[in-house]
């Protein structure tokens, strides 16, 4: 079973995901990490984030391997992981660049879609809902106004180019962030993580999804 979360840059969804994922006691999977993750390879190696033939070259060459740890994905790229590096200013930049690429898509998505042959999941990222788990009932949109997206990765020291992402993520030709047609929206400008949490488990229950009593 898939839980799929989507939504805009910095609307929470990595912590709702977390969350939710940890109280239900599925598996957490970050699929913006792996773009992030083919971004900083091609970063690190000086490769431009515009050139297809060579961020695939690039791929065709390294063992990228996905896996689990305490309940989350996990991403290895020759054997070392990349995940310090997964929010650099350089990788913000690049990200949604390397993810307009239909190629490192079509990669990606099948990568993604093997963590739930073996699990059930909480996935979280731009097209779950409406490409990589169409066939799912559980899917949600997560979204938050602008300002409040811009002042919370502000207040986590971090800088990004979140209005850049979101452009170039709802115009792009391939998998564009869309709102699925069968997704609940969530506004969490003025909610808190457990808020939304709370509201996607009741919404999962009233689709007659059975979750242990305590949950
Ligand atoms: O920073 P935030 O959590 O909003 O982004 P993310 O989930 O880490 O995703 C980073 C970037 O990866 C996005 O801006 C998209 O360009 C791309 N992405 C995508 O195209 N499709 C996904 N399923 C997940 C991420």
């Not at 989507?6 to 609307?11: Q, T």
């Not at 997704?183 to 999804?209: C, F, P, Q, W, Y």
């Amino acid at each position: 079973m898939v839980i799929a979360i989507d939504g805009p840059a910095a609307s929470g969804k990595s912590s709702v995901a977390r969350a939710l994922a940890r109280r239900i006691g599925w598996l957490y999977v970050n699929s913006g990490a792996m773009y992030r993750a083919v971004t900083w390879l091609a970063v690190s190696h000086g490769v431009p984030c515009d050139d297809a033939g060579k961020v695939l070259g690039l791929l065709d060459t390294t063992d990228f391997s996905c896996g689990m740890r305490d309940g989350e994905s996990t991403i290895l790229l020759d054997g070392a992981d990349p995940d310090l590096h997964l929010t650099e200013p350089a990788v913000n930049a690049n990200v949604s660049a390397i993810a307009s690429i239909p190629e490192v898509r079509r990669i990606l998505v099948e990568k993604q879609r093997t963590f739930a042959e073996a699990n059930d999941i909480v996935m979280e990222g731009r097209d779950i809902g409406s490409v990589v788990f169409p066939e799912t009932p559980y899917k949600f949109y997560i979204d938050a106004s602008p300002e409040v997206r811009a002042r919370r990765r502000a207040s986590q020291g971090l800088a990004d180019t979140i209005a850049a992402r979101d452009k170039i993520d709802t115009t792009r030709r391939t998998s564009p962030l869309v709102i699925a047609e069968d997704a609940h929206v969530v506004d969490s400008s003025n909610l808190t993580i457990d808020g939304v949490v709370g509201e996607i488990v009741g919404r999962l229950k009233m689709k007659g999804l059975a979750l242990s009593p305590n949950v």
